[in-house]
């Protein structure tokens, strides 16, 4: 490969190339060594209850049908038709029993078989057996998460996840019910890289009080995250978080809003949300009980936003355009007057019309734009706080350093390389 990684990243992650967010050619090897073989998000099992269910979904720039086949197992498919190729799907979700092409009407089941070729008049010429939907080879699904792979040889996503899974079930296994995704996703575009997005929710809390310091100010709020931990339970995935001390009252521990100290939350919605603490606190071991994580990060694109109930994906589009989508996730069993209420939590601070989110998109894209600059390209970016400080955790897994240990970034990007590297030496 003509890109020397080594020059991009120095060998203990502290200093970063500006190339790495606006190179047009490690954009171009990004789509071919980190999309094409590594466990990617699609959807939540929530969405896929019933047989014919399908959403679409992308796999870096992959277009994907993600559907529940006849054998009630999760299908993904190249949303392409084998004829000549249009997009053979374009609802973003629904339920179908095939799909029809709608150029010449190639149909194909939610499995990605090719059923019927209405022209093929003789049943003579067209061999349908090998001419499905190109399949995503590799699907699993941990917590309801579902992932899949375009690398046949890929390990387990168990692996690949390692003591995060311990992490993703203090979020996503907490609740007896379950969670649920509600309704569709909200998307936009960014022109921004799409690794700063992903960087934030892995562990930046220092931009808090800095960027969001006005709002918070006005609000009367502080950065709740300054006294917590950056977690890396595994090189590329990160958390930031608070864990609580066992003798915490349960009103401080609720999942969710910090709703429950405040006085104007309504009495369902504060009985709603100790009981499924306590609930929580049965199912979970006795540490991921009182972990408060407010952001999860999944190398390489996925994001979970605890305060927000969010579940996010960045997609790249371009070394400066990303495709940011957001779902919404409730426990499945609150009631209808329940999710009308934590619903302003969803839309008020984060998302495409939120408070918090504006401040965060105007510096992503501002960070593109100084990673571009003509003849800076080789200043190299600083990612030196805390270097060498993590450490074990005597209760959790994983590295753990102070919020502001830059510990996140250093193994996300050491990840980035390796994988970067691989196949081009
Ligand atoms: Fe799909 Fe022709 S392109 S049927």
Not at 165 to 186: N, T
Not at 188 to 209: C, F, I, M, Y
Not at 250 to 261: D, R, Y
Not at 277 to 283: A, F, L
Request: one cysteine or more; hydrophobic letters at 35%; charged letters at 25%.
């Amino acid at each position: 490969s003509a890109i020397d990684m080594d020059k991009l990243l120095s060998s203990n992650a502290s200093r970063m190339s500006r190339r790495i967010y606006s190179d047009e050619a490690v954009y171009r090897l990004e789509q071919d060594r980190i999309f094409k073989h590594n466990w990617l998000y699609l959807a939540h099992e929530s969405q896929l209850k019933n047989s014919g269910d399908f959403m679409l979904a992308y796999m870096g720039e992959v277009p994907v049908i993600v559907a529940r086949g006849e054998d009630g197992k999760i299908h993904a498919s190249v949303n392409s038709c084998s004829h000549r190729g249009v997009p053979v799907c374009s609802a973003d979700k629904g339920n179908a029993r095939s799909f029809v092409c709608p150029y010449h009407g190639w149909t194909y089941a939610s499995d990605g078989r090719l059923l019927l070729v209405p022209q093929d008049r003789k049943k003579n010429c067209i061999n349908k057996e090998s001419l499905g939907l190109k399949q995503v080879p590799r699907i699993e699904s941990v917590f309801g998460l579902i992932f899949g792979c375009f690398d046949p040889e890929v390990e387990s996503l168990e692996s690949h996840l390692g003591d995060m899974r311990y992490y993703l079930e203090a979020m996503f296994d907490r609740f007896p019910s379950g969670i649920e995704v509600v309704g569709a996703a909200q998307k936009w575009r960014l022109s921004s890289n799409w690794k700063l997005p992903v960087e934030t929710l892995l562990g930046d809390v220092a931009h808090g009080q800095f960027l969001h310091g006005s709002f918070l100010s006005a609000k009367d709020m502080k950065n709740a995250e300054d006294t917590g931990l950056n977690v890396v339970p595994k090189a590329g995935h990160g958390s930031i978080m608070r864990l609580l001390p066992p003798d915490t009252p349960i009103e401080h521990m609720t999942w969710g809003m910090e709703a429950v100290l405040s006085d104007s939350v309504p009495e369902e919605l504060k009985e709603y949300l100790l009981n499924t603490q306590r609930e929580s606190m049965k199912r979970l071991d006795a540490v991921q009980g009182r972990i408060k994580a407010s952001t999860l990060g999944v190398y390489p694109n996925f994001s979970a936003f605890g305060y927000h109930s969010s579940i996010r994906v960045s997609h790249p589009r371009g070394p400066g355009e990303t495709e940011y989508w957001t779902w919404w996730f409730v426990p499945a069993d609150a009631s209808d007057a329940v999710r009308e209420m934590l619903r302003p939590n969803y839309n008020f601070y984060f998302g495409p019309g939120g408070a918090l989110e504006q401040e965060d998109v105007y510096s992503w894209q501002q960070q593109f734009i100084g990673a571009s600059i003509p003849g800076m390209e080789d200043t190299p970016l600083v990612c030196e706080l805390g270097l060498g400080e993590e450490t074990s955790h005597p209760e959790m897994p994983g590295q753990v350093g102070d919020c502001y240990n830059e510990h996140y970034v250093r193994q996300f990007y050491l990840r980035w390389k390796e994988d970067m590297k691989k196949g081009g030496e």
